[in-house]
């Protein structure tokens, strides 16, 4: 009995070992809310705003517009700051051809098991202007580098983000600015105590206020975008 009972000594330590290392990690599914997280405070439903002064602006005007915004929904709430510079384009017949937006800011998210700040920037270009058109087209990337805590059940630790958006021929409502259909991808880098995950993945926007994300590991999940 003596020799059974010192040999499940080190098998337990071994399963220690293994849960710390777990707990430790960052897991797929808080993951999957970072990036989620994300791409609700992404900011591109600000184009449709913004875009509106473009219809009495001369080629090549430039500007810069501040937006702040808040949200919150079932467990979570966000909000954010974007400094946005702009600049009206036009083709040589002097016709509108697009918007270039770069943009600088900040951010906070708050949630039941994640919450973080963080500073992001990037740079859009807006096409599909002509007044007959329904939707603006967006085409561009954004970074957001985050630091924030993840708490569950059995831990609370910090942790660092770099999220990487780029975003193709994704259609926004001129009126409603809700995005409505499109394509992204997605890349990932989190460090939690010293453990490094990176991920990369592409983004479907759905055009109900959700979109699919499938990581390079094949799993697929249903994110909210708003």
């Known amino acids: 009995m003596k020799t059974k009972f010192f040999f499940l ?41 913004i875009s509106t002064p473009y219809k009495s602006a ?57 919450d973080w700040t963080a500073t992001h920037g990037g740079s859009i270009t807006v096409t599909n202007l002509a007044v ?14 985050a ?7 059995r831990r609370a630790e910090n942790y660092t983000t770099t999220i990487n958006h780029s975003w193709t021929n994704v259609l926004v409502d001129k009126d409603n600015r809700n995005i409505v259909s499109g394509n992204g991808s997605v890349t990932y880098s989190g460090t939690m105590a010293g453990n490094t995950v990176t991920h990369n993945g592409t983004l479907v926007y759905n055009g109900n206020g959700t979109a699919t994300l499938t990581l390079d590991n094949g799993s697929v999940h249903s994110i909210q975008t708003r």
């Open 9 to 49: 000594i080190p098998i337990a330590a071994v399963f220690f070992f293994v849960s710390c290392q777990k707990d430790n990690e960052l897991s797929e599914e808080e993951i999957v809310e970072s990036i989620e997280a994300s791409v609700k405070t992404n900011g591109a439903d600000d184009m449709a705003f």
């Open 58 to 114: 001369l080629c090549g005007f430039t500007n810069d517009t501040t937006i702040t915004r808040t949200a919150s929904g079932t467990g979570f709430s966000w909000s954010r700051t974007a400094n946005w510079d702009w600049t009206v384009n036009c083709d040589s017949n002097n016709a509108y051809n697009n918007v270039v937006f770069t943009e600088t800011g900040n951010s906070t998210y708050d949630a039941a098991r994640i």
């Open 132 to 145: 007959t058109e329904q939707n603006f087209i967006l085409n561009g990337t954004m970074t957001r580098n």
């Open 147 to 153: 630091t924030g805590t993840v708490t569950s059940r």
